[in-house]
């Protein structure tokens, strides 16, 4: 776990990213390794190989690579020399990472010239998924693979169960478990990570933290953006695809697993497995009464107005495809039973926000009167990163009124941590072998495995989603899912 502000420096390595001179790669994984490298943490000696079918030489991907700096790093971050200095790690080389012909030698040569046999090398896939199993047979075919070498994979593994099992099926074939390393950016925000150190370093809460003390759980990924080009893939994919099966489903895992018995990568991740396994079943069945899903229509954002979905698609394609969902989950086990766990994602909200609401029960009335309203735990992971709970104190004076005050955490105080993209942690964990913050395979199916009913449940479901405005929380089906067992958003809750 990323434990301190310092960073120690790794040992040199290789970093071999496929898919080099895509959007990911631009915008964020040459920033973070330049951030890295601006800190100290990655020696100068290490090499960054970018490769992609673009014929590009190594000055024609450096002046790509300076571009990205210059756009994707904040500019009291970007020193001249030191940006130089980055560049000369840079090479490229010009390969279809799916097929056994072409410049493999090439890229061989390069990673063996002054580098020790037991140099860490880390293979970055940043391609479309369904190349996974053919550049993984190809890295191993072509002898790139060193005792030292780590496959990290970007998300998503797969479209739903069965394809998630190929791709796993088809790396898993040249890689050990132990050196797949499945990114899910979530696991590298900080706020996150911050959720385990909350639960497990305050007693207080870890007694609390069950369904005799808590309601009901919101966990909400919101933004603002719509398509932003990138409907070819978004269309096929949808909220559900894009946000919650990986990401919520991660920070749910987070919030709601039992004690691990240390902090070690599989001691989590069995715990986080646990959690998954434990969701009880959504399908057709059911589908109705605990998910609800959405498409935006016009509406504003910033201020401005925007067009509806269909019309960012490329030829105003008509599709059914989801910008928003809504979902109950319940967790079957005896911590959780009868807690809904309320996820909820979407595009073209009011703001950008990612946040837990944890919602503890009401009190029973007395001393003061009326039933206590329950406590509210708020841990915003994005923007501006807190912990917030609110407790009721004696008003000062003769009577015995009650003030509600707020008990802060700024987790992003200045001086504490350095805003760091979650990417930079992750791609460093990966040199240093580190698994933790990464998903291991039988987490991404079994969180697959519950998401795939959901699907299949849509595609028989003839009404498609409902709509909502650009700008607003999404359709009334997703309030209406609440309010059946007495629930609120917390916006609702507020206004
Ligand atoms: N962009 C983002 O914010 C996020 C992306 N992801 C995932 O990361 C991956 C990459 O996304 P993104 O960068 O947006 O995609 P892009 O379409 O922008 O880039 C794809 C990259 O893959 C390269 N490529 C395509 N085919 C081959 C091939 N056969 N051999 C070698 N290189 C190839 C392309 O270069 P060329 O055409 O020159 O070969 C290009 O560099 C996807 O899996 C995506 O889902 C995940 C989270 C966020
Ligand atoms: O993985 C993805 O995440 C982003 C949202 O990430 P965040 O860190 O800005 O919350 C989302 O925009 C994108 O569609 C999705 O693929």
Same mark, same amino acid.
């Given at each position: 776990m990323n434990s301190s502000?310092?960073?120690?420096?790794?040992?040199?390595?290789?970093?071999?990213?496929?898919?080099?001179?895509?959007?990911l790669t631009m915008r964020k994984l040459l920033p973070a390794l330049y951030r890295r490298f601006a800190e100290g943490q990655v020696p100068a000696d290490s090499r960054i190989v970018g490769t992609a079918r673009s014929p590009l030489d190594d000055e024609g991907y450096r002046e790509r690579a300076r571009q990205a700096l210059h756009e994707h790093v904040r500019a009291d971050e970007l020193i001249d020399a030191t940006v130089n200095r980055?560049?000369?790690?840079?090479?490229?080389v010009s390969l279809n990472g799916a097929e056994s012909t072409g410049n493999w030698e090439g890229l061989k040569s390069l990673l063996v010239s002054n580098a020790a046999a037991d140099r860490v090398r880390v293979f970055y896939l940043a391609t479309a998924p369904d190349l996974y199993g053919d550049i993984a047979r190809n890295v191993a075919e072509?002898?790139?693979?060193?005792?030292?070498?780590?496959? !990290?994979?970007?998300?998503?593994? %797969?479209?739903?169960?069965?394809?998630? =099992?190929?791709?796993?099926? $088809?790396?898993?074939?040249?890689?050990?478990?132990?050196?797949?390393?499945?990114?899910?950016?979530?696991?590298?925000?900080?706020?996150?990570?911050?959720?385990?150190?909350?639960?497990?370093?305050?007693?207080?809460?870890?007694?609390?933290?069950?369904r005799d003390s808590i309601e009901y759980v919101q966990i909400t990924a919101a933004e603002t953006v719509g398509l932003e080009g990138r409907g070819g893939y978004y269309d096929g994919s949808g909220a559900l695809r894009d946000m919650i099966q990986n990401h919520l489903l991660q920070v749910l895992t987070v919030v709601a697993m039992e004690r691990p018995v240390s902090l070690d990568a599989d001691a989590l991740?069995?715990?986080?497995?646990?959690?998954?396994?434990?969701?009880?079943?959504?399908?057709?069945?059911?589908?109705?009464?605990?998910?609800?899903?959405?498409?935006? !229509?016009?509406?504003?954002?910033? %201020?401005?107005?925007?067009?509806?979905? =269909?019309?960012?698609?490329? $030829?105003?394609?008509?599709?059914?495809t989801e910008t928003f969902v809504a979902l109950k989950a319940e967790i079957d086990n005896a911590r959780w039973r009868g807690v809904p766990f309320y996820l909820r994602s979407g595009k073209r909200m009011p703001e950008k926000l990612t946040e837990v609401v944890v919602q503890f029960r009401a009190g029973e009335p007395g001393l003061f009167g009326e039933a206590r309203p329950g406590s509210r735990l708020v841990i915003r992971v994005q923007p501006n990163e807190s912990v917030t709970l609110p407790l009721f104190v004696k008003h000062p004076g003769d009577s015995f009124g009650?003030?509600?005050?707020?008990?802060?955490?700024?987790?992003?105080?200045?001086?504490?941590?350095?805003?760091?993209?979650?990417?930079?942690?992750?791609?460093?964990?990966a040199v240093k072998g580190s698994p933790a913050l990464f998903v291991r395979k039988d987490e991404t199916e079994a969180a697959w495995q519950w998401v795939t009913p959901i699907l299949e449940g849509w595609r028989e479901d003839e009404n498609g989603p409902d709509t909502y405005e650009a700008g607003t929380w999404g359709p009334d089906s997703a309030r209406e899912l609440l309010r059946q067992a007495g629930h609120q958003w917390v916006e609702d809750i507020a206004a």
């Open positions: 502000t310092s960073l120690e420096p790794v040992d040199s390595f290789d970093y071999v990213i496929f898919g080099a001179t895509g959007d980055f560049l000369r790690m840079v090479h490229y072509k002898g790139l693979r060193s005792e030292s070498s780590r496959i !990290v994979l970007e998300k998503p593994i %797969g479209t739903d169960l069965e394809t998630a =099992r190929k791709v796993n099926e $088809g790396v898993g074939r040249y890689f050990p478990e132990g050196s797949i390393f499945r990114i899910d950016h979530y696991l590298g925000k900080e706020a996150v990570q911050n959720i385990i150190a909350l639960r497990f370093a305050n007693p207080m809460l870890e007694r609390m933290w069950d991740r069995d715990e986080k497995v646990r959690v998954l396994k434990s969701l009880k079943p959504l399908d057709r069945d059911n589908l109705r009464a605990n998910v609800a899903r959405g498409q935006y !229509v016009q509406g504003t954002a910033g %201020g401005k107005p925007v067009p509806a979905y =269909r019309e960012e698609l490329p $030829g105003e394609t008509p599709s059914n009650l003030d509600e005050v707020d008990a802060l955490s700024r987790l992003g105080e200045p001086g504490r941590i350095r805003y760091r993209d979650s990417y930079e942690g992750l791609m460093l964990d």
